[in-house]
């Protein structure tokens, strides 16, 4: 079975590195990880936010942050975070660059979109960023799925590749989430649609039918 590794978003804004954006807990550990993840597959594909700093969903304080927008792209408020020439915007260190990647997807780079998911450019998942077609040109059935944050841009993604009929995995020690009460949620979507979770490396190469 041909597989693929998705690293979701795992950037420096995602992180402690950069507080002031959306410091995930943990986020900036997750890179042994990722890198271990993309050695059981044969592709590695990744992505990253690339926002403009005059978004129509920005906030200025986290205090004022998911709050529901009248957009139709861009569904909740979030602070200034993963822009193009800050140190936000960069991978993690210890990651490839974007061209060493067998396919990278920039998202939400026009200032009325916010997409969660990888796959999509807009939230009614009408305009593709190709990667589905990329998977489906390279005969993957299987991706392997890590990054930052699990509760939104790692459980959309991996709800996007399952709708399109590939078998997902979900490797938790390389995702982190922004809370607690979110992951849990997104832990139950997931598994209701059929998303399989890894807790070690080991589980990555078990059959499917043993994992759970």
């Keep these: ?17 950069c507080p002031n954006e959306l410091p995930v807990p943990g986020g900036d550990s997750i890179v042994a990880a990722l890198n271990q993840m993309a050695t059981h597959a044969q592709l590695r594909i990744g992505s990253k936010d690339a926002h403009s700093p005059h978004a129509a969903w920005v906030v200025d304080s986290h205090e004022d942050m998911l709050r529901a927008l009248p957009l139709a792209n861009a569904d909740l408020t979030w602070v200034r975070h993963c822009v193009p020439g800050t140190p ?8 490839p660059t974007p061209l060493d990647y067998d396919y990278f997807v920039w998202k939400g780079i026009e200032p009325d979109l916010h997409p969660y998911g990888a796959c999509y450019h ?9 990667v589905i077609e990329f998977l489906r040109h390279n005969s993957v059935e299987r991706v392997l799925v890590g990054g930052l944050a699990l509760d939104y841009c790692v459980k959309t993604t991996a709800l996007q590749l399952r709708r399109a009929g ?12 922004i809370a607690d009460e979110t992951a849990s949620l997104a832990l139950q979507a997931m598994n209701e649609a059929g998303i399989l979770f890894a807790k070690n490396a080991q589980e990555l ?5 043993c994992q759970g």
């Design 1 to 17: 079975m041909k597989t693929a590794s998705f690293d979701v978003d795992a950037q420096k804004g995602f992180t402690p590195l």
């Design 88 to 95: 936000g915007f960069e991978l993690l260190d210890g990651l």
């Design 122 to 130: 807009d939230l009614a998942e009408k305009r593709s960023t190709g």
């Design 166 to 177: 590939f078998e997902v995995i979900v490797y938790l020690p390389a995702c982190r989430a």
């Design 205 to 209: 190469d078990m059959p499917l039918e």
